[in-house]
């Protein structure tokens, strides 16, 4: 949702290819300062930036030189992994904080530092990169989905002898 395929994709990859040295997250247009500019040399580049900024096409890259096979099982047991502490992580900072709150609180609770942690991110990039709006409302909506079913879960499970009525 909100990403499409790059038209002419062959001419651009043989241009990327020999242009790009290596693998990276580019951001154009670029400064043309080179490697390493000082901050003063950013700000006296500024109102040139802006000008180049304003005519010319401007976006994020990242950029992969050929690797070879995609590794999905990795890249799925990575995801696995995140999740995993995300959830253990939401759930320690539930008992930590409102383990006297009834079920539907903890949830929300939960539900809370999800919102606050999609908008920290997604927002974000929505905002400085110009990410499409409905690649971010899409994936913060994913994010929302499981911030509720780690919450319902989580709550389930942290509570205490207050909570639990005794």
């Known amino acids: 949702m909100g990403i499409g395929e790059i038209p002419n994709e062959a001419t651009l990859l043989t241009a990327m290819q020999s242009a790009i040295p290596r693998g990276g997250l580019y951001l154009f247009p670029g400064f043309g300062l080179g490697p390493n500019p000082t901050s003063q040399q950013r700000k006296e580049a500024m109102p040139a930036y802006m000008k180049k900024y304003e005519q010319s096409p401007h976006g994020i890259l990242v950029y992969h030189p050929a690797s070879g096979a995609f590794p999905f ?69 994913t994010q929302l989905i499981g911030y509720t079913l780690v919450g319902l879960i989580a709550a389930a499970f942290v509570k205490n002898d207050i909570a639990a009525g005794n």
Request: hydrophobic share 55%; charged share 10%; no cysteine.
């Open 73 to 141: 099982g990795a890249a799925l047991a990575r995801e696995g992994l995140l999740n995993l502490v995300e959830g253990l992580l939401a759930a320690w900072l539930l008992a930590w904080a409102a383990p006297a709150r009834a079920y539907g609180a903890r949830v929300g609770f939960v539900l809370l530092a999800g919102i606050l942690a999609t908008l920290t991110t997604n927002a974000e990039y929505w905002n400085w990169y110009e990410f499409p709006s409905s690649y971010t409302a899409g994936y913060m909506i």
